[in-house]
């Protein structure tokens, strides 16, 4: 078996480092978007009745 | 038994038949059975047997035995030994029908082989044994029908049962025919049973009594059996529909449906179907094939519940789970296969065509000896791999096929997710109590729920393993960007300081600038390598550092080291001075005619600066060649003791520079001192050759003071002492000037910007002649240094008559000074006295000129 020199087997242990890192932070910035979608905010039509009549819940 | 023995005793030798036959009378009326009888006829022989008339008693006796016990195996040997022609002489036609009928009855309920004999044997037998005695037909009848009963083979079963049911009074062979096939329903294996029951129907199409038999006894037997027994003879006639159904169509003459149970169940008359499944038409086994109805349709019911059980609720269940399965084993597959290939230490690093290629003794390898940056390039290759190989593994996790994986090496046992579901449901079905066809109906669509949710956690996986490669991909695609970006920027960095700081070298062999000069491993060079690293900078084969072949790391940057390695010229590949770059060069030829004393003047001059070193540290001295080491000591220790047997004389061939660091910080300035052959200086062509003089910042000019032949004449006895050199100091510096001329730059201005020192030697013989004046005999106490070169510029001109040549002097260099210095008396702590006047004279330091000529460059 071919002796593989220390400062290449560092190096490629660095790459490997760097997947573990990009999976990492690449599934927490998934998580953090899915957050921010489902938590995003929804317009929700005005509460007014046609015809200028009284809103819900307003004192008569 | 006894009688036996007697009898046969007497009757050998044979007696008178008279006697005999009389005696045997007596006997039989003694002895029993068949067992005997058979024995005496046997001893008797047949000759005897039949002179006696013994035949009809026996068998008299024969049927009397049948009658009371049954046929046994003794009868049959009896019988055999009766129907001999001698022995049945006196038999009587009944009693040899019976005698036969005993032989048929061993013959049938013996092995039941010969199949073919044996039916017509049993069809004539039964015609024939209509008289015989009512016993022993019973016994022939019950053997030829359990023998028939025991037929395996549909064929032989369906022909004997055609034959025997033929013949007349069969009504006794199906009573007996009727309890052997009770009992080879209730024993034998559901083979032997399918094939008793395709003869039994196949006969029954032709003979009524057979029906029946299949009707009631067949029913009854087969309904004690168990449930999967009548499964299997189901399945048995299935399987061999084709060959039994031939068998049918040969039998009923007809022609066949497309299956076997199509043309069982529509058989008409018969109903075997019903046997199987519905038996006897009797009310008890009525009720039975109504509960077994009812049972089949509650069955039905649960069947249909539970497929809807599992098509609304497993179902989804099932796929959510098959997905996350998927899904989390698609990942883990992804991570476990990426982290191999960026193992480390146990990764192949063949893929990546990195490693340098082998060292070629033969000459010298252009390539670099060293291993290609991972950042370079290979790491892309990694990238590669891992994608590859990482998909590949994902999709033969989840969804391979078996066989190899792509990259040839075995698949992991167990097979891939999918192919575990598809056995797994199908050992569900095969072992599932309620037979497979239901268990297949229940459980298809969570199995198909299955399979698609393994489909979609892989697709979920690909894409997020897809946005993950691609993140990969661009972070290592920026970090390689960087590393070339950071290897160009450091190149420049570091040549713009060393320009800065005036740093450069330039070889002490072949005198030529070493722009990039090439290094040695030291790990390579200490087993015996000679392979250079021609360019060790920032860039392919490393940023910061290298790897060499050896696995041994070299800096790239100076600043990181990289001036510990031995450097060599890049054209004449001798080595460099050590600490290659790290300090600007000075370069100072040491000019002289022959025997002018260069040598020991510079030999002096080391020697003196060394000494300045020891005494005071802030001097620093170094040696920056070791290999001048050895020879720089002998020359010392000779001149120490007053003498130049040891100081070489130099060889007229291209000078290597002596090198030495002179300073510290900024100041420090590494040295080359060339000590050229006084001939070179004799021939105007070869002057031109010395290629280190376009690098002088300054230059010795060594002047004997015995080459002058006014001051050669004066102290002749002097001047032998001191190896006066003959050379004409005129010539010499004239040539050298002309030499330098051409050499340095801004050579048409009327002044070098050269510093010239010229030196004095052997002063110490000047002092010891008292005809010629000591250059500084005349100085008073503690003159300054101009006092001194004004002294000794006076003693050229005037002693000398040298005042051409120190015109010629002034008139090349920008600046010049005179000091007068003797390499002897530099390791003498005494002043020298001059002779003529004894008053002390204190000559110049050894080391000024050079240290004069080096402060005009900044150093002290």
Redesign the interface.
Known sequence: M????????????V??V??LL??L??VAA?VILAALYANRAVPVAPLTTSGGGRRPGALR | MGLIADAVQLFSPAPPADTVSRLARLIWTAIPPAVDAHRLLETLGDETAAATGLAPSICQRLVADARTAGLTDEDAALARSLVKPMTSRGLAAEQLLNVRAVLTWALFNGSPQYAEVLKRRAVDDLNAFASVEPEIRRDVVTAIAEWTAGLRRAEDHRDALLAISGVPRTQEFMSAYRASLEMALDRESPEVIAEILIALVSVGARRPEVNELLDVVAGDALSRRRKRDLTDIRGYLDENSETLQGLLIGAVDRSGPRNWVEWWDTLAGIQPASILCQPPVRSAQLRKGALLMWFYLVLLGLVAMAAYLCVVFVAPIVFVIATLIALGVALVEFATSSASVFRGATASIDHLKMAPPPEDPSGPNPAEPAYRSYYFGPVFRDYGYMVSGSSHKVLDRVIGSGGATHDGSPRLSGGSLAQRLYWGWQGLVRSSPGGPTAAKVITWVPMAAGMVGLGAGLVVACVAIAVVSMVFGLVLGSVVLVSVLLAMLLRIIEKITLRMRGISIECPSCHAGAVSPWYACPHCWSRGGSEFHRRLIPGSYGTFFRVCRCGNKLPTLLILGKWKLQGYCQRCHEPLPTKVLTAPTFHVPVVAGRSAGKTAYMMAAVARMEQQNAADPKFAFEFADESVIDGYKAAYESLARSSFDRVLITRPNMPKAFNIYLGRGSARRLLYLYDAAGELYEDEARVGTLGYLEHSGGVVIVIDPFSFRSVRRAAQSVSTDARASVADAEDVIGRFVEGLRRSVRGRAARKLQVRAAVVITKCDALARSTAVPHPFEDLGENPSRADRSSAARRWLTDQGNAGGLVTSIENTFGSCEYFAVSAINTFREAEPVSARTLIMVREDDVAAPVQWLMSGHGTP
């Open positions: 071919t002796v593989i020199p220390n400062p290449i087997v560092n190096a490629r242990r790459a490997g760097i997947l990009t999976t932070l690449t998934a």
